[in-house]
C-alpha cells in the first residue's frame, strides 16, 4: 500500500462520519473505499473491480466515467459557478424546468428545484399545506403514506416516511402523518387476514384502505398521499394492475392531492421517464432527484400540476421555501447533458427491451431454498429471502442480523457484487445497475448471488 493510499483509509477512519453506518463494523478493519468508476463497475482504493448492482444508490443511471458530463459541469462552472433562484433566474434552470415539463404526463409544468429527494418530499408537503390554506381549506395539512416506505430523512420527509426504527430517535417529529399497508401482495394474506387474493384484488383492497384512513381522519384534514411508484423500502413492491387507478379516484374524490415520489423510479429506472408513466396514472406533483444528473452532481425537484401554482401567481402570494443550491447552474447543466445520453442512446427502450430479460436472470434463482420471491420492474428488483418456501417463514431478528448484516453484504462486496442487503421489513436483497447494463451484467449478477445465497443457506 502507498502512503497516499494509507492516508486516505486513515483519514476515513479518523475523521469520515459515514451515513446510516455502524462504525463499529470497522473496528478491526478498514473502511471499503471505491475510487473510480467505468461504465457498471467501479474499483476500490486497491484496484479490485466490483460489478455496481446499485447504480451506486439508484443514481448512476448511464454508467459511471461518462467524460461529457464532467466537461459539461467544468464548462458551466466557468460560465457561471453559482447564483440563487431567489428571485432570479438562470438559463441551465430555466432550460431544464422546460425540458422536465415537456416530459411530464398531463399538465405538471411548475418545477421547483431542491439539492436532493428528501427536500424535494420536504417541498412537496409544505407547498400542500399553503395550497389549501390559499383556496380556503386551511384545515387540510395530513399525509397519508404507505407501512416500511422510505421518503427522506428531513423533519417533515421523516414523518412520512414508514420504518418506525428509523424515526424512534428523531421524535417527535412533524405531526399529521398516517400510515396505511402497502401493495407487498406476497404477504397479502398477512396483511388482509383474507386468504387468496389475487394481485388485482389485493390492490383495490389497498388502495380502499387510503379511502378509510382520508375518513377517519376527515377528508378535511386530509392534503396529501405520498406513494412511491415501485415502493423501495421492504424490497420493491410493485403496484398490482389497477392499484394506482383506484388510488387517483380516490384522490379525486376527497380533494388530496396524489404525490407520486420518484427519488428512485424517474428517469428510466423502470424504463420510462417518470414511474407514473409505467403504471398508467397521472399525479398531482412529482418528486424526483437521483437519476436526473445520474448522480455526477447534486439535484432534486417538485413538479407540480399548474393549478397549484394558480394561487401563487396573484398579488403579494409566495411560497416562502427555498434552498441555497437548489437549481445549481452546474447539477442543472450536467441534467441536460444525462438527459441528452439518455434520448441519444435510448436508454429507455434500452431498459424496456431488458427487463424481461433482467427478471428472468433472477427468477432462475428461484431454486435456491433461501430465495422466497422476486419482483420489481424495469431495473429494480428484490429477492426476499425466507427460512420455509412453503410457509413464506421469515428470519427472527438474531437471524436476520446475522444473515444480513454477519455474512450477506460482506459475502457479496468480496465477491464483487456492490448491492444492498436490507431488513427494513422482511430481509430483501435490493438490485438496480446502470441503465446501460445488459446480459453480460446480468449474468454476472446471477452467478454471484447464487454462490453466495447458497453459501447463505448452508450457514443457516
Given at each position: 500500500?502507498?502512503?497516499p493510499e494509507h492516508d486516505v483509509l486513515k483519514a476515513a477512519q479518523d475523521n469520515l462520519w459515514l451515513h ?113 390554506k390559499l383556496v380556503g381549506k386551511p384545515l387540510k395539512h395530513k399525509v397519508i403514506s404507505r407501512q416500511i ?131 398508467d396514472y397521472v399525479p398531482d406533483i412529482i418528486t424526483c432527484a437521483k437519476g436526473l444528473t445520474s448522480g ?165
Open positions: 500500500m502507498t502512503q446510516f453506518t455502524r462504525h463499529s463494523a470497522y473496528d478491526t478493519s478498514e473502511i471499503p473505499t471505491i475510487v473510480r468508476g467505468e461504465g457498471s463497475y467501479v474499483y476500490d482504493i486497491h484496484g479490485k473491480r466490483y460489478l455496481d448492482g446499485l447504480a451506486g444508490l439508484f443514481v448512476v443511471q448511464v454508467g459511471h466515467g461518462r467524460q461529457e458530463l464532467a466537461e459539461a459541469a467544468a464548462k458551466q462552472a466557468q460560465e457561471l459557478a453559482f447564483f440563487p433562484l431567489w428571485s432570479y433566474a438562470h438559463p441551465k434552470a430555466a432550460e431544464l424546468a422546460q425540458r422536465l415539463a415537456s416530459y411530464t404526463p398531463g399538465e405538471l409544468n411548475r418545477v421547483f428545484f431542491t439539492t436532493g429527494g428528501g427536500e424535494a418530499v420536504e417541498t412537496a408537503w409544505k407547498l400542500a399545506k399553503q395550497y389549501y416506505a422510505y421518503h427522506g430523512t428531513p423533519q417533515g420527509a421523516l414523518s412520512i416516511t414508514g420504518i418506525p426504527a428509523f424515526k424512534q430517535m428523531f421524535e417527535p417529529l412533524v405531526p399529521g402523518s398516517v400510515r396505511v399497508p402497502n401493495t407487498n401482495h406476497y404477504r397479502a394474506d398477512e396483511i388482509t387476514g383474507v386468504k387468496g387474493m389475487t394481485p388485482e384484488e389485493y390492490g383495490i383492497w389497498a388502495a380502499d384502505r387510503v379511502a378509510r384512513a382520508i375518513e377517519m381522519e376527515g377528508p378535511d384534514t386530509v392534503a396529501a398521499v405520498f406513494a412511491e411508484p415501485v415502493q423501495n423500502a421492504g424490497g420493491c413492491f410493485p403496484p398490482p394492475d389497477g392499484y394506482f387507478q383506484r388510488l387517483r379516484e380516490i384522490c379525486d374524490e376527497y380533494d388530496v392531492l396524489l404525490v407520486s415520489d420518484e427519488v428512485i423510479c424517474a428517469f428510466g429506472r423502470l424504463g420510462t421517464m417518470f414511474g407514473g408513466q409505467k403504471f455526477y452532481s447534486p439535484i432534486g425537484a417538485m413538479i407540480a400540476h399548474e393549478r397549484l401554482f394558480e394561487p401563487f401567481k396573484d398579488g403579494d402570494t409566495m411560497f416562502a421555501h427555498g434552498y441555497t443550491f437548489g437549481g445549481h447552474p452546474v447539477s442543472s447543466a450536467v441534467a441536460l447533458a444525462n438527459l441528452d445520453i439518455f434520448e441519444r442512446e435510448d436508454l429507455l427502450g434500452h431498459v424496456t427491451k431488458n427487463e424481461p430479460v433482467f427478471r428472468q436472470t433472477l427468477d432462475d434463482l428461484r431454486d435456491l431454498p433461501i430465495v422466497g420471491d422476486v419482483r420489481g420492474a424495469g431495473y429494480f428488483w428484490g429477492i426476499e429471502l425466507v427460512k420455509d418456501k412453503t410457509t413464506k417463514e421469515t428470519f427472527d431478528a438474531a437471524e436476520s442480523e446475522r444473515l444480513l448484516r454477519g455474512f450477506l453484504s460482506k459475502a457479496l462486496f468480496d465477491a464483487g457484487l456492490y448491492c444492498r442487503a436490507d431488513d427494513r421489513g422482511d430481509p430483501v436483497i435490493q438490485l438496480a445497475p446502470p441503465l446501460i447494463a445488459g446480459q453480460k451484467e446480468f449474468d454476472e449478477i446471477g452467478s454471484i448471488l447464487r454462490g453466495v445465497l447458497t453459501e447463505a443457506w448452508a450457514r443457516l
